[in-house]
């Protein structure tokens, strides 16, 4: 199946949002060595660093358009009444949306997260939970009661729910899921081994997410998103914040010093740095 690409549709349901995102950037939870997580980073915890973050990665893209307006344009929003919204995180794909809605439910592992999740979604629908889970598990919501069930950048974390998250998708419903390239790591991988990183993407990456996606959906297709996170030699300083918000999430394959000093130096000596930051919005009906 090829990708697809989308015209830009439905824009009264979506607005582009300057502050306070990440770009899905927000990985919030440590990864063990078999690809489970447990308790939190404390670079999320500091939102105002998270914001900071956010700016960098959106001044040092090359593509510059939202990834939420890609992904906006490619659903029905009239037929969308009820989201659930898995790993919700603070509420980064809600902020772009303007509701009303009918009924909105996040669903994330940490309780943290909570209060900007309701802040958001209190906006934009006139029903709105959430759910403090640890997926996969029951999530006690009803069969088929949801037009839109959305994953943004959380489903490596809990392929296993997936069973459960088409349970709660209405029958002509849309499941989409947004999902980082493998080759996330390739630049980074000149340097160190990111073994546990790498097995954490693999397990729903824009490589193999088709695969995952259809033992549980009749149809999955999906459009991609090329994107390259680029810094030049005056860049240091933006450089040095990106990577210390990584710091805790690399420091399972790496000392998170020697990655900070290695890609500075790199950044030093040559003229420019990339990263591959290429994405893949999967879009899956029943
Ligand atoms: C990379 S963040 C993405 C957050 C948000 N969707 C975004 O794009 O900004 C992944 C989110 O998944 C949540 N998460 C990770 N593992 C989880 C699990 N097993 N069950 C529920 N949420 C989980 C994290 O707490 C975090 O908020």
């Known amino acids: 199946m090829s990708s697809r690409s989308h015209p830009v549709a439905g824009t009264a349901w979506i607005k582009t949002v300057i502050e306070g995102d990440t770009m899905g950037e ?35 893209s090359t593509n510059k358009q939202d990834i939420r307006d890609v992904a906006g344009a490619a659903i029905d929003w009239p037929c969308v009444g009820t989201i659930l919204d898995a790993g919700c995180g603070y509420g980064w794909f809600e902020q772009a949306l303007d509701g ?86 390739e630049e980074g991988e000149r340097f160190f081994r990111f073994t546990n990183l790498r097995s954490l993407i693999r397990r729903f990456s824009a490589e193999d997410g088709e695969r995952v996606l259809k033992a549980c959906f009749g149809r999955v297709t999906w459009i991609d998103y090329p994107n390259r996170l680029v810094f030049n030699r005056e860049d240091t300083a933006d450089l040095e914040a990106y990577v210390f918000f990584k710091h805790e999430f690399v420091s399972r394959d790496a000392d998170p010093a020697e990655v900070h000093e290695r890609l500075l130096q790199e950044l030093r000596s040559g003229s420019a740095l990339s990263f591959n930051k290429d994405d893949r919005i999967f879009l899956a009906r029943k």
């Open 100 to 185: 009303p809605f009918e009924f909105l439910v996040g669903i994330d592992t940490l309780g943290e997260n909570e209060q900007p999740f309701m802040d958001v979604a209190t906006r934009i629908a006139k029903r709105a939970e959430f759910r403090e889970l640890h997926l996969p598990c029951p999530t006690g919501l009803p069969s088929g009661g949801f037009d839109l069930v959305v994953a943004g950048y959380s489903l490596y974390f809990f392929p296993e729910a997936l069973p459960e998250l088409a349970r709660v998708l209405a029958p002509d419903g849309l499941f989409l899921a947004i999902t980082h390239s493998e080759r996330m790591l």
């Open 26 to 60: 927000s990985l919030q939870s440590p990864i063990t060595s078999t690809g489970r997580i447990h308790g939190k980073l404390a670079s999320y915890a500091d939102l105002r660093q998270h914001r900071a973050v956010s700016h960098i990665i959106r001044n040092h």
